[in-house]
Antibody, heavy 118, light 106 residues
């Protein structure tokens, strides 16, 4: 059974940091592009970042460039999102998802809620 | 990159067919056959229901179908059922997600 389990969400201070994790099982993580997708309360889906199978390439939506860093540890079947300089507009549910082909996502985690507020 | 354009809401009665459009540009929807559709219930993660414009993952009913013409992709749900009431998102390689469409089954 495929599982993606996110963790690390919670309350973050404006200007502060949080680190999200996503642990994968049931598929070959090391040969999969992986993405973070977020959804602000009551809003639509927004792609945030993705990372190549071996971690050699990463891409970000403009609004998080320079603040967020995506990384992975294939030995641990884990994906990460380091979120720095948090802003109120980063408040959202963050999903990790497997990109099986050209920004198409077949596996999704249950999401972890990040709330940025003082 | 602008989000793909979807109608905010559509509705239909049980048994009817509804179509949800997803309009992009010649740089995204029109350029690639990598359009996917996702169904999302409140409080749940999105679920892939169409990929590569027209293909259905295993387990997705054949009531769901996808198509594309020029810069506009469409999701058609035929034989509408109460359980189809959900939010639907399109996604295209190059520009990512549409704004989402709420489907109401009357």
């Amino acid at each position: 059974e495929v599982q993606l389990v996110e963790s690390g969400g919670g309350l973050g201070q404006p200007g502060g940091s949080l680190r999200l994790s996503c642990t994968a099982s049931g598929f070959t993580f090391s040969t999969s592009w992986m993405d973070w997708v977020r959804q602000a309360p009551g809003k639509g889906l927004e792609w945030v970042a993705n990372i190549k199978e071996d971690g050699s390439r990463t891409y970000y939506v403009e609004s998080v460039k320079g603040r967020f860093t995506i990384s992975r540890d294939n030995a641990r079947n884990s994906l990460y999102l380091q979120m720095n300089s948090l802003r109120a507009e980063d408040t959202a549910i963050y999903y990790c998802a497997r990109d099986f082909a050209y920004a198409q996502y077949d596996y999704w985690g249950q999401g972890t809620l990040v709330t940025v507020s003082s | 990159q602008s989000a793909l354009t979807q109608p905010r809401s559509v509705s239909g009665s049980p048994g009817q067919s509804v179509a949800i459009s997803c309009t992009g540009t010649s740089s995204d929807v029109g350029a690639y056959n990598y359009v996917s559709w996702y169904q999302q219930y409140p409080g749940k993660a999105p679920k892939l229901i169409i990929y590569d414009v027209t293909k259905r993952p295993s387990g997705v009913p054949d009531r769901f179908s996808g198509s594309k013409s020029g810069n506009t992709a469409s999701l058609t749900i035929s034989g509408l059922q109460a359980e189809d009431e959900a939010d639907y998102y399109c996604c295209s390689y190059g520009v990512k997600f549409g704004g989402g469409t709420k489907l109401t089954v009357l």
